[in-house]
């Protein structure tokens, strides 16, 4: 089975601080994706990357970036952490992008920003 | 805008009895189905996906039909047991594009 690891699964971090969240599957999946979860809005997109060194924006990029020096990580960066980035952050994976298919999902980091 | 949803945000049944759970998509164009299951404090979870060129697929004790005619996509679960209570969501893409998920429903099994 596809393993998908989120390096944290709960973190406590202050308004102003940049903060890293990890990512990385197992399957050598060529895709992988960074997104957040809110109640009543569902998942939105906030990055994407289909290979080494290249990413592109989601539905909400703003206040985010990404990197992906390797094709089992995807990292998630927060560059100067606000209140409304308090959230559940879920990384997942997919084998290529020729067709769509299902996503494998990590278990997910609850963020907390005070 | 195109959109996923959902009828009922909340499903409660009784273990043993079937579950259904509803999804509306409004592009007409989407080639792609799936659904996931989310456990409390979990990620998502692939229960079974559906392409465009089929109306039903089985799984075990999971069957997802489609009914592209009036844009519909429901998930049936036979024979509901406590395991199952979660928060359920869709998804639907088209072509390469990118997944667009629906806010979920949650199931809940009762004795």
């Known amino acids: 089975d596809v393993k998908v690891t989120q390096s944290s699964r709960y973190l406590v971090k202050r308004t102003g601080e940049k903060v890293f969240l990890e990512c990385v599957q197992d399957m050598d999946h060529e895709n992988m994706f960074w997104y957040r979860q809110d109640p009543g809005l569902g998942l939105r997109l906030i990055y994407f990357s289909y290979d080494v060194k290249m990413k592109e924006k989601g539905d909400i990029p703003e206040g985010y970036s990404v990197s992906r020096e390797k094709k089992e990580r995807f990292s998630l960066i927060l560059e100067s952490a606000s209140t409304n980035q308090t959230s559940m952050y879920l990384c997942?994976?997919?084998?290529?992008?020729?067709?769509?298919?299902?996503?494998?999902f990590g278990s997910g980091t609850q963020l907390s920003v005070l | 805008g195109e959109s996923v949803g959902l009828h009922l945000p909340t499903l409660s049944v009784q273990e043993g009895d079937n579950s259904i759970i509803n999804c509306a998509y409004s592009n007409s164009a989407s080639d792609y189905f799936i659904w996931y299951k989310q456990e409390s404090g979990k990620g998502p979870q692939f229960i079974i996906d559906i392409r465009s060129n089929m109306d039903k697929r089985q799984g075990q004790r999971v069957t997802v039909l489609l009914n592209k005619t009036v844009k519909h996509l429901s998930l049936q679960i036979a024979a509901t047991q406590p395991g199952d209570s979660a928060v359920y969501f869709c998804a639907e893409s088209r072509g390469t594009d990118k997944l667009i998920f629906g806010t979920g429903t949650r199931l809940q099994v009762f004795p």
């Open positions: 997942a994976s997919s084998l290529n992008r020729a067709y769509n298919e299902k996503l494998f």
